[in-house]
Every structure is written in C-alpha cells, then in structure tokens.
C-alpha cells in the first residue's frame, strides 16, 4: 500500500473512532524520515487507546501491517505508531497543543478532507 492511502486510511480509522480534529500532513518535501504526519486528538486515555487498537488492528488483520514501532505504555497521553512512511499521533488535547507538531511542521500541506455529497435543502420564507 502506499503511504498516501496508508496515510488516508490511518485518518478513517481514527475517525471511526470519534478522534477529533484529525490532520494528515504531507510532509515528503520536508523530511528524509518519513511520507505523512497522522495526528488526531483523544478526549481521554481510554479513548486514546480505542483510537490505537482500531487502527493497528485493522490494519494487522485486513491489511497484515504491523508498526516498526510503537511508544506509549502506561498511562498514556501520546501514542505514536511508526509505519516507516506513516506516523500516526494520538494525542490527549493538552500534550498536542504543547508539542504543536502542526506549528513545527507548518510547512507541510495539509490534505483535504473529500468533499461530501451536497444535500439538496428546500428553504422557506415566510411573509
């Protein structure tokens, strides 16, 4: 698979979840590390792990992908789970606004998120 739809896909997952304020940063211009940023927030430690365990599990039994490495044990606040190409971060709201990977990475473009279908809406005026 490639990193962009790795990338994508990690993003879904994460969303599946509830994750909120998810971005996908491209950042193959600026870095020799890695293709893609995934960086979602957790609203708790248990959330955070719900988020975890949705994205490596599915990506293990649908995909057989498995993270070079993984960090975050304990009582966790941050997880980070390296596919090579794609990193994901899972944050609680307070520790991504300290690191601020966006703001390091400020550089980097975002990608977008797929536009959805336009709903017709029927509006009425009253006189």
Not at 70 to 88: E, L, M, R
Request: some cysteine; proline content about 5%; glycine content about 2%.
């Amino acid at each position: 698979m490639d990193s962009k739809k790795l990338a994508l896909l990690c993003r879904d997952l994460a969303e599946n979840k509830k994750a909120e304020n998810v971005v996908v940063l491209d950042v193959r211009k600026l870095s020799d590390v890695t293709d893609f940023f995934v960086i979602v927030s957790a609203s708790s430690e248990p959330h955070l792990r719900a988020i975890e365990t949705e994205i490596l599990a599915t990506l293990l039994n649908e995909y057989q992908l498995k993270p070079h490495a993984t960090d975050g044990q304990g009582q966790a606040t941050w997880i980070v789970a390296d596919f090579f190409d794609v990193i994901v971060h899972i944050m609680r709201p307070e520790v991504r606004d300290h690191y601020d990977l966006e703001g390091l990475w400020s550089d980097a473009p975002r990608l977008p998120r797929p536009r959805r279908a336009k709903t017709a809406t029927a509006s009425t005026t009253s006189e």
